[in-house]
């Protein structure tokens, strides 16, 4: 099974060759790997193992996968683009392939100009993680071509989602409850944090999730201030609370939930207060979830909801961000955030704090589509655990 819809990679070369045409640009070199894969994903509905890659497309013309040779038969298979180049920039270093046939830029740049494509001006995607390397040697192979930088324009084409977009980010959150549900049947004394990771991964994997947009969370105890913590083999202790976060993705789209659990199976008092805060702050943050609103706005509802509870110098990320091909991607909705909610984009109210000296950290988090009326949860089940009080 492929997970590309050629439909979908046509509008979008269409609407990557209408950014072109306004920045008087010959081509667009978009770069990713499997930690930056989303703007790579987005036009190929694959991404490389082990080696790194870049969709090459011109102003006119068919784009180009440029990789190395040990994921080549792998795109020819899977990608929506199959026209593939080898380089050595985007192999693994000193791996070697005696069979495959090896690229330059320059070999390219004389490849294009045999069809009457000459580039001059190019727009970059990617270039908070663009390799050095790859920047040189495409610019002397094309003779010192200028590279500008298109990633702002590029991403933007991403902020509001398709309905076949909103399908399978759907989807991918229908995955979550059930997946949640197995891992807190895990959690008690005496387990491993791995243990509870193992459960949520087999039933969204059993359920076709084709991978997951971050490593599973599971942090107990003080683990839980790593804002982001992959399970390890720590034994859960009684009395402490557990961090879970889960975010299963379906045709490369991603779902997510975040839960923090007792692990003793009741909460204290204390743990019930402060977590009843956090969904208070949850509901609010989901009632401001209207067209028009940025970040500025909404963000500052919550924000006065922690600094009532002393909970402001724990704040590590922002209450709102949206969700697509990454778990967390942009538009972000954070207390200087400019960019409005628009029907069409699908959202995450992720509520958390980190380093309290008594709690450690805590997260809730769920998902929402925002329409012309509002907003529609993508997972149901979890938003009303999460708005309700404990």
Same mark, same amino acid.
């Given at each position: ?28 070199l978009?770069y990713?790997d499997?930690?930056?894969?989303? $703007? ?9 193992? #082990? ?5 090459l @497309?011109?102003a006119?013309?068919e784009?180009m996968l ?14 929506a683009?199959?026209d593939?180049?080898? #380089?050595y920039? #985007? ?22 100009a ?13 270039t908070s ?40 980010i759907?989807?991918? #959150? ?17 387990a491993?944090?791995i243990?509870v990771a193992?459960? *949520? ?17 599971v *942090?107990?105890?003080?683990?839980? $201030? ?11 202790q009684?009395?402490?609370m ?9 045709? *490369?789209y991603?779902? @997510? ?18 977590? $009843?805060?956090?969904r ?13 609103l ?17 909970l402001?110098?724990?704040? +590590?990320?922002p ?6 091909l ?15 909610l +628009?029907p069409?984009?699908? @959202? ?15 997260r ?9 009326? *509002?907003? +529609? ?14």
């Amino acid at each position: 099974m492929s997970y590309y819809n050629l439909d979908e990679t046509k509008k979008r070369l269409a609407r990557i060759r209408e950014i072109l045409k306004k920045n008087n640009l010959d081509a667009a070199l978009v770069y990713y790997d499997e930690v930056n894969i989303a $703007n790579g994903w987005y036009l190929t509905g694959w991404c490389p193992q #082990f080696e790194k890659g870049a969709v090459l @497309v011109p102003a006119e013309g068919e784009p180009m996968l440029l990789g190395g040779p040990e994921s080549e038969p792998f795109a020819k298979m899977s990608s929506a683009i199959t026209d593939t180049r080898c #380089f050595y920039t #985007f192999m693994v270093p000193g791996e070697e392939y005696p069979n495959a046939t090896i690229s330059t830029f320059q070999t390219l740049a004389a490849e294009m100009a045999g069809r009457g494509l000459h580039f001059k001006r190019v727009g970059i995607v990617g270039t908070s993680y663009f390799p050095y390397s790859l920047y040189v040697q495409f610019q002397e192979g094309f003779s010192g071509a200028e590279l500008i930088d298109i990633t702002d324009e590029y991403d933007r084409l991403r902020y509001v989602k398709s309905p076949w977009e909103i399908e399978n980010i759907k989807t991918a #959150f229908s995955f979550t409850y059930d997946s949640f549900l197995a891992m807190q049947k895990k959690v008690r004394p005496g387990a491993t944090e791995i243990e509870v990771a193992a459960e *949520g991964e087999y039933v969204a994997r059993s359920k076709n999730a084709n991978n997951f947009a971050f490593a599973c969370m599971v *942090g107990s105890g003080i683990q839980s $201030n790593a804002v982001v913590p992959t399970a390890t083999n720590r034994v859960m202790q009684a009395g402490e609370m557990i961090m879970l976060g889960i975010a299963p993705r379906f045709n *490369g789209y991603a779902g @997510v939930m975040g839960e923090t659990l007792p692990v003793s199976g009741e909460f204290t008092q204390a743990q019930k207060d402060v977590l $009843n805060i956090v969904r208070e702050t949850y509901r609010a943050t989901k009632e401001m979830l209207k067209p028009g609103l940025c970040g500025k706005e909404i963000d500052v509802v919550g924000a006065k909801i922690y600094e009532k509870h002393n909970l402001t110098p724990y704040i +590590v990320c922002p209450f709102l961000h949206t969700i697509g091909l990454m778990e967390a991607e942009g538009p972000f909705f954070g207390p200087n955030g400019s960019d409005p909610l +628009v029907p069409g984009m699908t @959202v995450s109210i992720d509520i958390s704090f980190f380093g309290h000296p008594v709690h450690h950290g805590v997260r809730i988090e769920s998902g929402f589509l925002i329409t012309e009326d *509002g907003y +529609v949860p993508l997972s149901p089940e979890m938003d009303e655990r999460l708005s309700a009080e404990l």
